[in-house]
Nanobody
Framework: QVQLVESGGGLVQPGGSLRLSCAAS??????MGWYRQAPGKQRELVAT???????NYADSVKGRFTISRDNAKNTVILQMNSLKPEDTAVYYC??????????WGQGTQVTVSS
């Protein structure tokens, strides 16, 4: 059974940085990443990274966020810099394994406010 354990998140001032981490277990993951959901909005892609290192970012975070992964540890990291109030949301870790099962973390709150 796929299990995802998220850490990081919290409250930060505009322009600040946060780091999210997600440790996955229970399968082999060919895709890992992060989605987010702000109040009253649909869940949206933030960034994904394949097992080969190919990355995909939402236009709104390009140049500010960096996704990385450690395949040996099944861990995905989202480094978020130059945070803006519009980045405020619940961030969810996402995985897709080799049999195309999707997995979701429990979510971690990121609040950008002065």
């Amino acid at each position: 059974q796929v299990q995802l354990v998220e850490s990081g998140g919290g409250l930060v001032q505009p322009g600040g940085s946060l780091r999210l981490s997600c440790a996955a277990s229970g399968s082999i993951f060919n895709l890992m990443g992060w989605y987010r959901q702000a109040p009253g909005k649909q869940r949206e892609l933030v960034a994904t990274i394949s097992s080969g290192g190919s990355t995909n970012y939402a236009d709104s975070v390009k140049g500010r966020f960096t996704i990385s992964r450690d395949n040996a540890k099944n861990t995905v990291i989202l480094q978020m810099n130059s945070l803006k109030p519009e980045d405020t949301a619940v961030y969810y870790c996402y995985t897709r394994d080799v049999v195309l099962r999707a997995g979701w973390g429990q979510g971690t709150q990121v609040t950008v406010s002065s």
